[in-house]
């Protein structure tokens, strides 16, 4: 199989082992009757709706009833997030990202506390990342979104963005001129130009509020992946950690996993690569991660994954490595504090970071 018709197949970044099968909007288990156990049993739902993208959550319950209530809360949770963080999208009675675009160098707009608290959180990682992660780039992604959508759709007319082009876009790209008034619950892009893109932090730092949120109602031994952003938060019902396939990124081999690794109470998985969004130029992938520094796709890794213990760090420095030489990346990741990272090359190469491989299950 071709790795455009795999691709087609294997839509998400991570696919978590599951013992039962999951159909979207159903939720199976050990026992569907609705009637009481006096084990927990274990249950999945699914959800296509939501980012754009795959939502599995794994549960444990009495009965599917139960089960069904939890996942109802937490998809409710990350549809909130979703509305909030759309760049796509108006809904009624709602200020989101898009209308903070549709204002740049018109007007503030009051928007809803999770949104100032991403955008914060987005302009710390930009700090951490000396750059490598930026939401203030909209103008560059676009163009690349744009060309991505139209390359997929037509193949035999798919091209590249012209540099000029791309460099006209990346003179508004200052992060320091989204204006954040927490007083007044504002937000304000001051250069009319630019436009604001969460891809990077935006899932990642969803997840990681469900769980949270989830952990605040006394919720326990819940699994959430969306999108491959996968967060745990208690363990399996035995007690034991939760267990994480990582996506092989080499969609043509018949390895569909590429490591396997435990996750404790509150840890986090998330992979960035270019093996889900992407197109293809005269034969060549261009993945849908832009370096900052060149404007075009990184190309050195088919995959990094990054362990931690917050959802939304994890996806914004699964970006900003991916974006890095493995050299660059592996200091950067050394110097922090909880954070693990493995990075993939297109030949099937595997590097860890220091103590990566203490979760891999042997």
Request: glycine fraction near 6%; charge should be negative.
């Amino acid at each position: 199989m071709n790795r455009i018709k795999a691709a087609s197949i294997l839509l998400v970044v991570l696919l978590i082992v599951f013992i039962v099968a999951v159909q979207s909007g159903k939720i199976f288990g050990s026992k569907v009757d609705g009637t009481d156990s006096s084990e927990e049993i274990k249950y999945t739902a699914t959800f296509l709706d939501i980012f754009d993208t795959r939502t599995e959550i794994v549960g444990y319950a009495h009965n599917e009833t139960e089960f069904s209530n939890q996942a109802e809360i937490i998809k409710e949770r990350l549809v909130f997030y979703n509305n909030l963080y759309d760049i796509y999208n108006d809904y009624d009675g709602l200020n989101n990202i898009k209308t903070i675009n549709d204002n740049a160098g018109i007007a503030p707009v009051e928007v809803d506390e999770e949104i100032i608290n991403l955008l914060k959180f987005s302009k710390d990682m930009y700090k951490k990342t000396n750059g490598k992660v930026n939401v203030a780039m909209g103008s560059v992604l676009s163009i690349w979104h744009e060309y991505r959508e139209y390359g997929s759709d037509n193949p035999e007319r798919a091209s590249l963005p012209n540099m000029a082009e791309l460099q006209a876009a990346n003179e508004h790209v200052n992060i320091d001129d989204v204006i954040i008034d927490e007083e007044a619950k504002t937000v304000y892009l001051a250069d009319p130009e630019m436009s604001l893109d969460v891809g990077s932090t935006g899932k990642g730092y969803a997840v990681q509020r469900v769980m949270d949120y989830c952990r605040e109602q006394g919720m326990d031994n819940i699994l959430l992946s969306l999108g491959g952003n996968i967060s745990g938060l208690g363990t399996r019902i035995d007690g034991t950690q939760f267990r994480i396939a990582i996506q092989n990124p080499d969609l043509s081999s018949s390895e569909e996993y590429i490591e396997k690794v435990d996750i404790n109470d509150g840890q986090c998985v998330v992979s960035s690569g270019d093996y889900q969004r992407y197109y293809v130029v005269d034969d060549k992938v261009y993945c849908h991660i832009i370096n900052p520094d060149t404007l075009f796709p990184s190309e050195t890794f088919a995959a990094v994954s990054i362990l931690t213990d917050d959802s939304g760090a994890a996806d914004a420095l699964s970006t900003a490595v991916y974006n890095m030489t493995l050299e660059e990346g592996m200091e950067f990741v050394n110097s922090l504090d909880n954070v693990e990272a493995m990075w993939v090359y297109h030949d099937g190469t595997k590097v860890y970071s220091e103590h990566f491989e203490e979760s891999i299950v042997k």
